[in-house]
């Protein structure tokens, strides 16, 4: 895989020329956009105003039919940034990868990672897949959903995980099932209280107890086995985590089951559209994806080096 010092060079010296075409593309595009938003909204409040005992209605119809109406007049331009900048810089990474807008990461593959409860609904898109340094990886933009129901029977959402899914294929299967959490116990109650909260989490397999502080304070460790876990956990490996934790400030869940590793990096955000209300000349989230991805295939390379370490099944 090409450092993140080529793929920069590549982003800023190959792509800049389009994305400045894109900028003037964007700029009309905003104008659009207010025009037909002011338009939309005086028409709607004209409509409330005379008919004022339909006021929940009428807004819920006016954020519903707007969102449409957004990804209306946004669509021909996103497409066209995802082919013209998302695409190439996917390609610049691995010209083998596979790269498509529209699909993501299968719903079964996400349940398979045993890093959330099972969604409702899932969508998502930007989606990866081939070999980066002849590790078998795919990733994509995930969105999964829970629904809620109240008491009279209407249906609310929430979000479970949004963010960034990679799937990357390890030579060799792993004993037990390990899983790496943001700790969020221990960083709200404390130590004692939580570490006390964290084994007592019925949902989870056996409490792993780390070596190292630091780690500990930010990730909570759950195995079926204390040994191989330890051995999967490396100093180094942990140091990884941490220094991407601390860096990019997202937070961070990853899962070794079988002869997988499943990272999953919330974004809250779809990584992937380009901006409309500010400078695409900004736009700095393509080398937070590359270094994601640096993160991920560094993993799998770190445990390449202690394989006498795993089964051989």
């Known amino acids: 895989m090409k450092s993140i010092s080529d793929l920069t060079d590549f982003y800023y010296k190959n792509l800049f020329p ?3 075409k894109l900028e003037a593309d964007r700029k009309k595009l905003k104008e659009k956009v207010i025009i037909i938003g002011v338009i939309y909204t005086l028409i709607t409040a004209f409509i409330a105003y ?14 519903a039919l707007g969102a449409i109406i957004y990804k209306f007049l946004v669509h021909d331009y996103t497409h066209e940034f995802k082919m013209s900048v998302i695409k190439p810089l996917v390609h ?46 795919q990733f994509s933009d995930i969105h999964a959903e829970k629904r809620n129901r109240n008491s009279k029977g209407k249906d609310s959402w929430s979000t479970i995980f949004k963010g960034l899914f990679i799937i990357s294929e390890f030579n060799k299967k792993f004993q037990g099932q390990t ?4 700790d969020t116990a221990q960083n709200t109650f404390g130590n004692i209280i939580g570490n006390w909260l964290q084994s007592k989490n019925m949902a989870r397999d056996e409490l792993v107890k ?22 999967i956990l490396s100093s180094s490996l942990m140091k990884k985590l941490l220094a ?8 961070v869940h990853i899962s070794f089951i079988g002869g997988q590793i ?15 209300f500010s400078s695409l000349l900004e736009y700095k989230v393509a080398m ?26």
């Open 18 to 20: 389009t994305l400045e």
């Open 50 to 63: 005379n008919l004022s005992g339909y006021l929940d209605f009428i807004l819920f119809a006016y954020i």
């Open 92 to 137: 610049a990474i691995d010209n083998s990868l596979l790269y498509s807008s529209k699909t993501h990461v299968s719903e079964y593959l996400f349940n398979h990672s045993d890093l959330f409860s099972k969604p409702d609904r899932m969508s998502g898109n930007d989606y990866v897949k081939g070999k980066i340094d002849d590790i078998n990886i």
């Open 179 to 182: 899983v790496v959490l943001p």
């Open 210 to 231: 780390m070596d190292d502080p630091e780690f500990e304070k930010e990730f909570v460790v759950y195995s079926t086995n204390q040994v191989e876990a330890r051995y």
């Open 244 to 251: 991407f934790k601390h860096k990019s400030k997202h937070p």
């Open 262 to 276: 499943h990272m999953a990096i919330e974004y809250n955000k779809d990584l992937f559209e380009p901006a409309i």
């Open 288 to 313: 937070e994806y590359v270094k994601t991805l640096h993160l991920a295939i560094g993993i799998v390379q770190e445990l390449k080096l202690n394989q006498k370490l795993w089964s051989k099944k």
